[in-house]
């Protein structure tokens, strides 16, 4: 059985070290819009073209400083934001491959808390020789190996309307996964049971749903089978008893990637028309809309 080690523990194992953050050089950093309808201007003057507005939580990649204007780039678009509206932050970094496990201590023989997939953001709040220990967006802490951790990326960065980069992390995680063995209430990352399995998946993209197949069958947006798009939730009624008890990701094609506990006992994809899962489907649902 997997052991998991309370956070505060790890909380306090980071806090041991000594130290600073001012050592570190990461070049660009990400910014945190700090209000509602913060407008982006093509030059850094309030008196330059609004290209658009962003809103409170948005995270925006900052390239350059320039007195009382950040140059930030998001969406793939360049523009100018206000100083007093962002907050910059230089800890922050991302993770540059997939399958890179979060560890309770800086040793590869150390327990893993679990796998972050390329592109998922961190916190970077010390180091030990080559190893940093991280806080996730979903503040998770633990240590990653230092060849693992990078600067941001403009294509990696997960924010307001990057939902294409969104969806192709999702999927890049979810197929990396394949083989994974089922199990019954287990939440990755070494085994799933269905709604473990795409809970695990969008927590790796930053994005938190509910745990269990139903619960999610009511979050986001309900779509239509005709109207399914890559990264939909997609629900199941595998007992014939008239209740949703299982979940599975659309990848397109007319296919999903779900954890099976039937012939594959593993992640694996099936087709929606396929005759088991076409009798049984219930409905979907969008969370990144």
């Known amino acids: 059985m997997k052991k998991w080690i309370k956070p505060v523990a790890v909380s306090m194992m980071i806090g041991a070290f000594t130290f600073g953050m ?11 819009v700090t209000a509602t309808s ?5 030059k850094p003057s309030a008196d330059a073209y609004k290209i658009t507005s962003l809103n409170n939580g948005d995270n925006v990649q900052i390239i350059e400083d320039k007195e009382d204007w950040y140059q930030i780039s998001f969406d793939d678009q360049e523009g100018w934001i206000h100083k007093d509206y962002v907050k910059k932050d230089t800890s922050k970094m991302q993770i540059t491959g997939n399958g890179v496990n979060l560890r309770v201590a800086p040793s590869t023989d ?15 709040k ?33 924010s307001r309307g990057s939902k294409n980069a969104q969806v192709d992390n999702l999927l890049k995680t979810a197929m990396g996964l394949r083989g994974t063995p089922y199990s019954y209430g287990s939440n990755g990352p070494n085994s799933f049971d269905c709604s473990g399995f795409t809970s695990y998946v969008y927590r790796q993209i930053g994005v938190p749903i509910n ?27 595998t007992s014939d008893n008239g209740s949703i008890n299982h979940v599975g990701i659309y990848i397109g094609n007319g296919n999903f990637i779900h954890s099976s ?8 994809i099936s087709a929606l028309n396929e005759a ?10 969008r969370i990144l809309d």
């Open 22 to 32: 001012g050592s570190f050089s990461y070049g660009q950093a990400v910014g945190t």
């Open 126 to 158: 010390s180091v030990e020789k080559d190893w940093y220990a991280v806080q996730t967006e979903d503040r998770q802490v633990g240590w990653v190996h230092s060849k693992y951790v990078g600067e941001i990326k403009n294509e990696h960065v997960v």
């Open 38 to 42: 913060v407008n982006v201007r093509q």
């Open 211 to 237: 745990r269990d197949s139903r619960s999610q069958s009511i979050q986001g947006t309900k779509v239509s089978k005709d109207e399914l798009k890559k990264g939909d939730l997609v629900f199941f009624d």
């Open 110 to 124: 150390c327990e893993v808390l679990e796998s972050l997939s390329v592109g998922t953001i961190v916190e970077v």
């Open 261 to 268: 506990s039937g012939k594959a006992g593993s992640v694996t």
């Open 276 to 285: 088991f899962y076409k009798n049984r489907y219930i409905t979907a649902r």
